[in-house]
């Protein structure tokens, strides 16, 4: 067992160990086939029995690696871990980020594990299900893919950005995105909404997309991704000073932040229901 004050490399290890398996177990059930287990926030907000079998995987794995560590999935909560000790290991999963997605056996889907010290996020991995691919983040230490340090977009024009987004499952929190979209889409080179956070996130690490945003992510959505797009160079933030986090992220080059904030400040991107 390991008990040591770990750093973020060793964390890392043990987070991509584990998803890694956790992402095999995903995409195991999904050639099995998959149906709805329930439903969370609205009658499309959906769980699937594998969302719940590969998030009691990674708890079970984590126990056993880290018996002492605190555990935050999307799932169960903070289950029976509790709260992290003061300085100690807290860990943060999405077991199926993109689960409509997966659901529809379309290819945008990961295993989103992250190791949070102290409130700080210091080692990430994502997981594309389908596809096997990979990205991780060190605090300090950079982000990859495949061997290769990714860097984030170096475009400066807002109307050639490609932008990513998302949106809820209440009707009214998607009536009021729509129209930020509406109003914000003449002024950039288009948008994009594939439905997974952390993916979005990672693609905007490596410059496969200039920029992202979305209101209403969870920790689960933001923990690991998040971590890889800071680490690519973007910055992850809130509007008007604000940290990201529910009410908005927005992850942008910081040659495309004021023109991308102020149109997000200037539609209200984070009001709304």
Not at 38 to 59: F, G, P
Not at 188 to 203: E, K, P, T
Not at 242 to 266: S, Y
Request: glycine fraction near 12%; hydrophobic fraction near 45%.
């Amino acid at each position: 067992m390991i008990r040591s004050a770990p750093t973020p490399p060793e964390l890392l290890e043990i987070a991509v160990t584990v998803a890694r398996d956790a992402a095999a177990t995903a995409y195991r059930m999904r050639a099995e086939g998959v149906s709805v287990a329930a439903t969370k926030s609205t009658a499309t907000d959906v769980v699937t029995a594998a969302d719940r079998a590969v998030e009691r995987q990674v708890l079970d794995a984590l126990r056993k690696l880290r018996p002492d560590d605190a555990v935050l999935g999307e799932e169960y909560g903070p289950g029976e871990t509790g709260p992290a000790a003061d300085g100690g290991v807290r860990w943060i999963v999405d077991p199926i980020d993109g689960t409509v997605n997966y659901l529809y056996g379309l290819p945008y889907c990961a295993v989103s594990l992250a190791a949070e010290v102290a409130g700080e996020v210091v080692a990430g991995v994502v997981r594309n299900i389908v596809t096997g691919e990979e990205w991780t983040a060190t605090a300090g230490g950079g982000a990859w893919r495949d061997g290769e340090r990714l860097r984030c977009s170096t475009e400066t024009d807002l109307g050639q950005a490609l932008v990513a987004t998302g949106f809820g499952y209440a009707a009214g929190r998607r009536a009021h995105q729509a129209r930020v979209v509406a109003e914000l889409i003449p002024h950039v080179r288009d948008i994009r909404r594939m439905g997974a956070a952390a993916l979005d996130l990672c693609l905007a690490a490596e410059g496969r997309l200039d920029a992202y945003y979305e209101k209403g992510l969870a920790a689960w959505d933001l923990a690991a991704g998040g971590l890889v797009a800071r680490e690519a160079g973007l910055l992850v933030t809130g509007l008007a000073g604000r940290p990201a986090g529910p009410d908005l992220v927005i992850a942008v080059p910081p040659a495309l932040f004021e023109p991308l904030h102020t149109r997000l400040a200037a539609l209200d991107a984070s009001g709304g229901p």
